[in-house]
Nanobody
Framework: QVQLEESGGGLVQPGGSLRLSCTASGFTHGYYAIGWFRQAPGKEREGVSCMRRGDSNTVVADSVKGRFTISRDNDKNMVFLQMNNLQHEDTAVYYC?????????????????WGQGTQVTVSS
């Protein structure tokens, strides 16, 4: 059974940093791409960043470019989202998602499995 579990969320002041982790388990075949998404209250789910398993190419949304960095440790089946210079507008529930097709996408329907999410709150 495929499972994704996020961790690392919390409360941080503006300008602060957090590192989110996503642990994947249950994948038995082939490669998969991992994406990070976020959803603020009253807003649609937004793609933040994604990364293929097969190479280091990434996609980063313009809204977080230069502040957020995605990385992965394939040996440990973990994906990370380093978030620096956090702002109020970054407040949201952050989700990791996995696609059985190793194609990087920030469109939620392209993903097959989702974690439960972790809350990130940026507030002074």
């Amino acid at each position: 059974q495929v499972q994704l579990e996020e961790s690392g969320g919390g409360l941080v002041q503006p300008g602060g940093s957090l590192r989110l982790s996503c642990t994947a388990s249950g994948f038995t075949h082939g490669y998969y791409a991992i994406g990070w998404f976020r959803q603020a209250p009253g807003k649609e789910r937004e793609g933040v960043s994604c990364m293929r398993r097969g190479d280091s190419n990434t996609v980063v949304a313009d809204s977080v470019k230069g502040r957020f960095t995605i990385s992965r440790d394939n040996d440990k089946n973990m994906v990370f989202l380093q978030m620096n210079n956090l702002q109020h507008e970054d407040t949201a529930v952050y989700y990791c998602a996995a696609s059985i097709v190793d194609v990087c996408s920030t469109w939620p329907p392209d993903y097959d499995y989702w974690g439960q999410g972790t809350q990130v709150t940026v507030s002074s």
